[in-house]
C-alpha cells in the first residue's frame, strides 16, 4: 500500500523495535500481566508516544498515518504493547490536542506527547458502557472548581496514568447536553485508581477502576463547555476506532506470520502443511482479510489526517479489522493444531487478543449502529 517516505521510515523503525525489544517479552508480561514500564520509557524516547504532535509541543511532528502504522507494527508482536500506546494517544492525548484551549494544550501536552506521562480517558463506568451518555459521575460547581465525584471501570493505563480526561454529568435534566469533560491530574486529591482487571486477553497492558471522590478540579480544566463535552468524547472515539482498528490489524497480520512459518516448517502426510489445501485455503482467506482491513483502516486514518470526516470510515475500519482478527487468529490456532492451544506457541495469546478488539471503543454493535446512523443521515 502507498506509503510516504517518512511513513516508511517510522513503520520501519517501530518494526525493528518491535520484533528487537517487544518480541522478546510479549509472552511472560501476558502469563503473569506486567505493565511493561520499561518498554514504555524506550518508546518514548523513540519518541513513539506523541508522532503525530509537533515538536514544539514535544511530539515527533510526524503524521498521523505514521502513528496507525506504529500501532500496527507493536500489536503484530504485542497486543498490550498496542493498545497501552492507543490508548494513550488516541484517547488520553488527543481529547487536550484536539479540543483543549493554548493554555491546555501548554500545560497538559508536551509531558504526554514527550511520554514523560502516561494518558487515560475515563468514560465507561458500571451502568455506562455502550450507553455512553449513562455516566453516573457528576460534577458540581464550587466557586471557581468543580467537585467530580464518581469512578469509572476498564480504564486502560489507570494505574500509570499522569492526566486523565473524564466525562461527567453537570446537569441530567439535559441527557447527554448535560456531560461534561474535564482534565484531572493524578496528584489531585480524592483521584485514585483502584482494581485491576483479571483479563482473558492484552493481559500486559493495564486495566483498572478510576475513583473520584471529592475531587476539586480547577474550572479552567473543563475541556470545551456544556454544549461541547459529550461531543468530544464522542469525536474522540471516533478517531480512537481507527486506532483499534490498526490493533486489530496488527494482531490479525501477527497471526498470519506464525501460521505461515509453521505451514513451511511442519509435515503431515508426507508433505509440508502449506502444500495442503485446506491450509492454503485458510491462509488464502486470512491474507485477504488482512488486505481488506488494511486498506479501511489506512483509508479511515488518511481522511483523520485530512481533517475529513471520518466517523462512519473508522467505525468501518474497526468493525471489519476486528472481526477479520478474531477469524485470522482462530484460524492460526487451528493451522498449529494442539501447538496453537498450548502456550509454548503465541498464536492462543493473539486470539485472546484479538477479542478485545471486537468489544473495546465501542462493540461490534455499537460500530454497526454508528455505520447504519451515517447511512441514514445520508453521508455515505
Ligand atoms: N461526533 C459528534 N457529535 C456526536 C457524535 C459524534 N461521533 N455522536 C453523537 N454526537 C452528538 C449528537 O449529535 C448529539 O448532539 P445533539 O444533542 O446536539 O444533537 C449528542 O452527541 C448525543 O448523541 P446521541 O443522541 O446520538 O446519543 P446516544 O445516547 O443515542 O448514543 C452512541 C450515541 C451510541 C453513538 C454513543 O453512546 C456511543 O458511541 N456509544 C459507545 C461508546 C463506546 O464506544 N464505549 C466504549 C468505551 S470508551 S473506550
Given at each position: 500500500m502507498e506509503l510516504t517516505e517518512e511513513q516508511t521510515m517510522v513503520r520501519d523503525m517501530v518494526r525493528e523495535f518491535a520484533l528487537k525489544e517487544v518480541e522478546p517479552i510479549a509472552a511472560e508480561i501476558d502469563e503473569i500481566q506486567r505493565f511493561p514500564e520499561e518498554t514504555v520509557k524506550r518508546m518514548a524516547e523513540l519518541g513513539l508516544m506523541g508522532i503525530p504532535i509537533p515538536e514544539e509541543y514535544e511530539g515527533a511532528g510526524g503524521d498521523y498515518v505514521s502513528y496507525i502504522l506504529a500501532v500496527e507494527e507493536l500489536s503484530r508482536v504485542c497486543g498490550s504493547t498496542g493498545i497501552t500506546l492507543a490508548a494513550h494517544y488516541s484517547l488520553g492525548l488527543s481529547p487536550i490536542w484536539y479540543f483543549g484551549t493554548e493554555g491546555q494544550k501548554r500545560k497538559y501536552v508536551p509531558d504526554l506527547a514527550s511520554g514523560r506521562k502516561i494518558g487515560t480517558f475515563g468514560l465507561t463506568e458500571p451502568n455506562a458502557g455502550s450507553d455512553a451518555a449513562g455516566t453516573q459521575t457528576t460534577a458540581v460547581?464550587?466557586?471557581?472548581?468543580?467537585?467530580?465525584?464518581?469512578?469509572?471501570?476498564?480504564?486502560?493505563?489507570?494505574?500509570?496514568?499522569?492526566?486523565?480526561?473524564?466525562?461527567?454529568?453537570?446537569?441530567?435534566?439535559?441527557?447527554?447536553?448535560?456531560?461534561?469533560?474535564?482534565?484531572?491530574?493524578?496528584?489531585?486529591?480524592?483521584?485514585?485508581?483502584?482494581?485491576?482487571?483479571?483479563?482473558?486477553?492484552?493481559?500486559?497492558?493495564?486495566?483498572?477502576?478510576?475513583?473520584?471522590?471529592?475531587?476539586?478540579?480547577?474550572?479552567?480544566?473543563?475541556?470545551?463547555?456544556?454544549?461541547?463535552?459529550?461531543?468530544?468524547?464522542?469525536?474522540?472515539?471516533?478517531?480512537?476506532?481507527?486506532?483499534?482498528?490498526?490493533?486489530?490489524?496488527?494482531?490479525?497480520?501477527?497471526?498470519?506470520?506464525?501460521?505461515?512459518?509453521?505451514?513451511?516448517?511442519?509435515?503431515?502426510?508426507?508433505?509440508?502443511?502449506?502444500?495442503?489445501?485446506?491450509?492454503?485455503?485458510?491462509?488464502?482467506?486470512?491474507?485477504?482479510?488482512?488486505?481488506?482491513?488494511?486498506?479501511?483502516?489506512?483509508?479511515?486514518?488518511?481522511?483523520?489526517?485530512?481533517?475529513?470526516?471520518?466517523?462512519?470510515?473508522?467505525?468501518?475500519?474497526?468493525?471489519y479489522a476486528s472481526e477479520a482478527a478474531y477469524r485470522a487468529t482462530k484460524n492460526a490456532v487451528q493451522i498449529l493444531g494442539a501447538n496453537g492451544y498450548s502456550r509454548e506457541y503465541p498464536v492462543e495469546r493473539y486470539m485472546r487478543d484479538a477479542k478485545l478488539c471486537e468489544i473495546g471503543e465501542g462493540t461490534s454493535e455499537i460500530q454497526r449502529m454508528v455505520i447504519a446512523r451515517r447511512l441514514i443521515g445520508g453521508n455515505m
Amino acid at each position: 500500500m502507498e506509503l510516504t517516505e517518512e511513513q516508511t521510515m517510522v513503520r520501519d523503525m517501530v518494526r525493528e523495535f518491535a520484533l528487537k525489544e517487544v518480541e522478546p517479552i510479549a509472552a511472560e508480561i501476558d502469563e503473569i500481566q506486567r505493565f511493561p514500564e520499561e518498554t514504555v520509557k524506550r518508546m518514548a524516547e523513540l519518541g513513539l508516544m506523541g508522532i503525530p504532535i509537533p515538536e514544539e509541543y514535544e511530539g515527533a511532528g510526524g503524521d498521523y498515518v505514521s502513528y496507525i502504522l506504529a500501532v500496527e507494527e507493536l500489536s503484530r508482536v504485542c497486543g498490550s504493547t498496542g493498545i497501552t500506546l492507543a490508548a494513550h494517544y488516541s484517547l488520553g492525548l488527543s481529547p487536550i490536542w484536539y479540543f483543549g484551549t493554548e493554555g491546555q494544550k501548554r500545560k497538559y501536552v508536551p509531558d504526554l506527547a514527550s511520554g514523560r506521562k502516561i494518558g487515560t480517558f475515563g468514560l465507561t463506568e458500571p451502568n455506562a458502557g455502550s450507553d455512553a451518555a449513562g455516566t453516573q459521575t457528576t460534577a458540581v460547581r464550587d466557586g471557581d472548581h468543580w467537585i467530580i465525584n464518581g469512578a469509572k471501570q476498564f480504564i486502560t493505563n489507570a494505574n500509570y496514568t499522569g492526566t486523565c480526561v473524564i466525562t461527567a454529568m453537570i446537569d441530567r435534566s439535559k441527557g447527554a447536553r448535560g456531560i461534561g469533560s474535564f482534565i484531572l491530574e493524578k496528584s489531585m486529591p480524592g483521584f485514585r485508581a483502584g482494581k485491576k482487571e483479571d483479563k482473558l486477553g492484552l493481559r500486559g497492558s493495564n486495566t483498572a477502576e478510576l475513583i473520584m471522590e471529592d475531587v476539586r478540579v480547577p474550572a479552567e480544566n473543563q475541556l470545551g463547555n456544556l454544549e461541547s463535552g459529550f461531543k468530544y468524547f464522542m469525536k474522540t472515539l471516533d478517531s480512537g476506532r481507527i486506532s483499534i482498528g490498526a490493533l486489530a490489524l496488527g494482531i490479525a497480520q501477527g497471526a498470519l506470520d506464525k501460521a505461515l512459518a509453521y505451514a513451511q516448517e511442519r509435515k503431515q502426510f508426507g508433505k509440508f502443511l502449506y502444500k495442503h489445501q485446506q491450509i492454503q485455503f485458510m491462509l488464502a482467506d486470512m491474507a485477504t482479510e488482512i488486505q481488506a482491513a488494511r486498506h479501511l483502516v489506512y483509508h479511515a486514518a488518511r481522511l483523520k489526517q485530512r481533517k475529513e470526516p471520518h466517523s462512519m470510515e473508522g467505525a468501518m475500519g474497526k468493525l471489519y479489522a476486528s472481526e477479520a482478527a478474531y477469524r485470522a487468529t482462530k484460524n492460526a490456532v487451528q493451522i498449529l493444531g494442539a501447538n496453537g492451544y498450548s502456550r509454548e506457541y503465541p498464536v492462543e495469546r493473539y486470539m485472546r487478543d484479538a477479542k478485545l478488539c471486537e468489544i473495546g471503543e465501542g462493540t461490534s454493535e455499537i460500530q454497526r449502529m454508528v455505520i447504519a446512523r451515517r447511512l441514514i443521515g445520508g453521508n455515505m
